[in-house]
């Protein structure tokens, strides 16, 4: 595909249940990012990956929260027990290197629960 | 966002030039990027500084100083679609290079 894409585009879920958010890259990028954007708010830095290094996951907010990358390509952002405040739209990206290059926003997971 | 900060909101005119400034953590600096985003959808790249200077692209131009940590976005000829919230990014050097630190926006409005 020309950009990226992310599924679901909206995933309404009960307290306590878990979820996988799924992000497809741009082909050939090798640096990817999770983040989180509550209503009016800023983007949150969740987790960060780049080729086959380490992930950073500095930005993670607490143990529920964790994310693959398969083969260096489609990555998937699990939450699990959700809460309330959980609720936000998840925005991937992803770029070609990291730091100096722009990064491509996929259309984003709104996330609610209920 | 952490280290950067921007104003709130601002209200501009149809036609007008409205400034869009940022300031951010020197330490660390490799690049500053803005980028639009309209109510509802994602971020979309604007422009890139990472020397001291104006870069100019149709009605849209980004200045940086360095030393200052401060960059603005300035955008002339306002028109209606350019209401949109618009993001600061630092990028970052070496181990950080992944956490480009975002701004938490400024929502522009144009009015008739």
């Known amino acids: 595909g020309a950009g990226v894409s992310q599924s679901p585009s909206n995933k309404v879920t009960e307290k306590g249940k878990d979820v996988e958010l799924r992000c497809d890259p741009i082909s050939g990028h090798t640096a990817l990012y999770w983040y989180r954007q509550s209503l009016g708010q800023g983007l949150e830095f969740l987790i960060y990956f780049q080729g086959n290094s380490a992930p950073d996951k500095s930005g993670l907010p607490s143990d529920r929260f964790s994310a693959e990358r398969t083969g260096g390509s489609v990555s998937t952002l699990t939450i699990q027990r959700t809460q309330q405040e959980d609720s936000a739209v998840y925005l991937c990206?992803?770029?070609?290197?990291?730091?100096?290059?722009?990064?491509?926003f996929g259309p984003g997971t709104r996330l609610t629960v209920l | 966002g952490q280290n950067i900060d921007q104003p709130t909101e601002m209200t501009a005119t149809e036609g007008a030039i409205v400034q869009i400034n940022c300031t951010y953590q020197t330490s660390g600096f490799n690049g500053l990027f803005w980028y639009q985003q309209h109510a509802g959808e994602a971020p979309t790249f604007l422009s890139y500084?990472?020397?001291?200077g104006l870069e100019e692209k149709g009605r849209f131009s980004s200045f940086l100083s360095r030393s200052k940590g401060y960059s603005y976005l300035l955008l002339k000829e306002l028109q209606m679609k350019d209401s949109a919230s618009y993001l600061c990014a630092q990028g970052l050097h070496n181990t950080n290079a992944g956490k480009s630190t975002f701004g938490d926006g400024t929502t522009l409005t144009v009015k008739p």
């Open positions: 500084n990472v020397l001291d």
């Open positions: 990206a992803s770029s070609p290197l990291a730091g100096l290059n722009e990064q491509f």
